[in-house]
């Protein structure tokens, strides 16, 4: 911002969302894995406001246990409008004389950069009552024009169905996003009435109470109309999810990374690339996910809180789940999943195994089909296998137990007891041959299914 505002974020969140047809509240429906409320609460607290006031209706509980901490609410019952709904925040913030900032829990991609255009418009030398965030769409459809001269002061504020022809061909809309100081916005909110089809106190009417008094009011609009979107049905929440993943590939791709099938991959709010990484198509990102140079990440991989370390290899179809660390030139195939464990330097599963509460030293092998026997039913251990160590196939690992330094685990072997570094380990029971045995077992099902036929 060019210089400290004082300023407090309202933002909007009573509605019912009764398109969405969820029982999960509008605001909470996650945009990459992050509910959409949140996407707008970062980028305004990005900018350090005084407070933060979330008015809430129904849905109440749902939205206090998503914010915690993290944001004041107030309640608005009945719910009577956008004014009304801003004027419920009045008694939270008390006496703050600071400059008030409006949004909308269901508009969830506003930048930090237009939240402080607006507020730095706001102490421009006209001062104006109020500033409001336009944009220009594509198509204008029914929204409420802002009809404005070429430095943006407002003339007049008209919904589209007041609008005349002239009003409706201008193309300036309104977002519904607006800024005010503290004393303006309650001084003419309580000027606003409900003289209107729905009986509703609308927020926007402020701006021509003021104009009409003289005041100046101004617009600042967008270069980017998504930016304003909002949510409020299950094909728009998909449109804002595929708006997001197209901006985040191109994000990516322009810091250096490498998407063989860009439009087949799916990032979260937090996935953290270096440059240099590679990633095939159908590969799904979920929360807490970091990427270090080099790595690989290969076709139909799902990897959620994740650290994967430089060079490391990834997939094709593997599946890496909360607390897995692969370690520099580390390796997972095809069918490995992990799960809070850690994978050492030039270690490798290459196949159809699981790791879940366990430590492979570097350069540890893993034979296909080996798990690690984690839980018990009441409670998880751990195993772990040292440095060189390799593990015979199709091996079974019985936690809590501890595999030492270059020892070697045969294949097929249930291990249940420590092994010593350098020892080899065989757990099999003895194989037991019966000469003929398949023969006459073979003939008699034969005979006896015969048998049944003539029956």
């Not at 650290?307 to 069918?335: D, H, M, W």
Request: proline share 4%.
């Amino acid at each position: 911002m060019s210089q400290t505002r004082n300023f407090a974020a309202v933002i909007l969140a009573a509605g019912k969302g009764t398109r969405m047809k969820s029982s999960l509240h509008k605001v909470l429906h996650p945009i990459a894995g992050r509910p959409m409320l949140h996407h707008l609460m970062a980028s305004v607290d990005s900018l350090s406001p005084a407070h933060k006031i979330v008015v809430v209706g129904a849905g109440r509980e749902q939205l206090e246990a998503a914010l915690g901490d993290s944001a004041r609410t107030c309640l608005q019952e009945p719910q009577l409008g956008t004014g009304h709904a801003v004027q419920q925040a009045q008694g939270e913030l008390g006496e703050f004389a600071g400059d008030v900032l409006i949004m909308y829990g269901d508009v969830p991609f506003v930048r930090a950069a237009t939240m402080e255009a607006m507020l730095d418009r706001l102490h421009a030398d006209d001062a104006p009552a109020a500033v409001v965030l336009a944009f220009e769409p594509e198509d204008a459809l029914a929204y409420g024009r802002v009809i404005a001269d070429d430095a943006g002061r407002i003339v007049r504020m008209v919904e589209f169905k007041d609008a005349n022809e002239d009003e409706r061909a201008c193309r300036l809309c309104n977002s519904g996003l607006m800024a005010a100081r503290a004393a303006d916005l309650w001084a003419l909110l309580d000027r606003v009435g409900n003289d209107n089809s729905q009986g509703e106190y609308y927020l926007p009417d402020i701006v021509n109470i003021a104009i009409a008094d003289g005041r100046t009011c101004a617009a600042v609009t967008t270069d980017d109309p998504d930016e304003v979107a909002g949510i409020n049905s299950r094909g728009e929440l998909a449109a804002a999810e595929a708006q997001w993943q197209r901006e985040q590939r191109e994000y990516w791709m322009a810091e250096g990374v490498t998407l063989r099938a860009p439009e087949t991959v799916f990032f979260s709010y937090d996935t953290e690339l270096a440059s240099d990484v590679t990633i095939d198509p159908n590969v799904v990102f979920g929360p807490g996910v970091t990427v270090a140079s080099g790595a690989h990440i290969k076709s139909f991989s799902h990897i959620e809180g994740a650290t994967i370390g430089e060079g490391a290899q990834v997939g094709p179809y593997a599946r890496l789940r909360p607390g897995a660390v692969l370690e520099k030139n580390s390796f997972v195939g095809n069918f490995v999943e992990m799960k809070k464990a850690t994978l050492g330097e030039g270690a490798k599963a290459s196949h159809l195994t699981y790791l879940g509460d366990a430590e492979v030293g570097a350069g540890a092998n893993i034979g296909a089909g080996t798990i690690t026997c984690n839980y018990d039913g009441y409670f998880k251990y751990k195993t772990i296998i040292g440095e060189r160590a390799f593990i015979g196939s199709n091996s079974a690992l019985i936690a809590p137990v501890s595999i030492g330094a270059d020892a070697i685990v045969a294949a097929g072997s249930a291990v249940s007891r420590d092994v010593a570094p350098g020892d080899l380990r065989m757990v099999r029971a003895e194989q037991a041959v019966k000469p003929g045995w398949a023969d006459r077992f073979h003939d008699t099902m034969k005979k006896k299914k015969a048998a049944e036929k003539k029956g």
